[in-house]
């Protein structure tokens, strides 16, 4: 992906204030996401789930308002790891999202949805959140990810 263009904002002088603030501002949004981590990885519930996607959300957002102060590479790869975290939770936030539906329907038409459809949904679940935190504990570890909290 070739950020430069997709993320240009026209006019804005990249020195000064708007650089040295990139590293802080990036740092802090990364410390929110180990945080909603480290709740996660507590509890996974939905509610949990939620709250990280969401701050996987914001980083990104953070990250296309300083591309042009960041390095090209890094850019790239912390954005797609970024980008990659959030469809990886989405698919969970989906599955609890349709489990709430369901439920919703079941009670609204009063009849009892069969016991093999919320126990495959359970299966399917677990399944992603087992790969949720896999793929946070590769988010974590990554060496460009640690570089821009050790703001190197």
């Known amino acids: 992906m070739n950020g430069?263009?997709?993320?240009?904002?026209p006019g804005l002088n990249i020195n000064g204030?708007?650089?040295?603030?990139?590293?802080?501002?990036?740092?802090?949004?990364l410390k929110q996401i180990f945080k909603?981590?480290?709740?996660?990885?507590?509890?996974?519930?939905?509610?949990?789930?939620?709250?990280?996607?969401?701050?996987f959300r914001r980083f990104r957002y953070v990250m296309e308002?300083?591309?042009?102060?960041?390095?090209?590479?890094?850019?790239?790869?912390?954005?797609?790891?970024?980008?990659?975290?959030?469809?990886?939770?989405?698919?969970g936030r989906d599955l609890d999202v349709l489990e709430i539906k369901v439920k919703m329907i079941e009670n609204e038409i009063n009849k009892k949805i069969p016991n093999y459809f919320f126990e495959?949904?359970?299966?399917?679940?677990?399944k992603i959140r087992r790969n949720i935190k896999t793929e946070l504990i590769n988010f974590m570890i990554n060496k460009e990810?640690?570089?821009?909290?050790?703001?190197?």
Do not use: W
């Open 4 to 9: 430069k263009k997709k993320f240009k904002i």
């Open 17 to 29: 204030k708007y650089k040295s603030a990139a590293p802080f501002i990036l740092q802090e949004k």
């Open 36 to 55: 909603e981590t480290d709740r996660f990885f507590t509890d996974d519930s939905t509610d949990n789930l939620h709250s990280l996607r969401i701050s």
């Open 65 to 91: 308002i300083f591309q042009p102060c960041l390095d090209t590479k890094i850019f790239n790869e912390v954005y797609n790891l970024a980008k990659k975290m959030q469809d990886v939770i989405g698919e």
């Open 120 to 126: 495959k949904l359970i299966l399917d679940k677990n």
């Open 145 to 152: 990810i640690n570089r821009i909290l050790a703001n190197k």
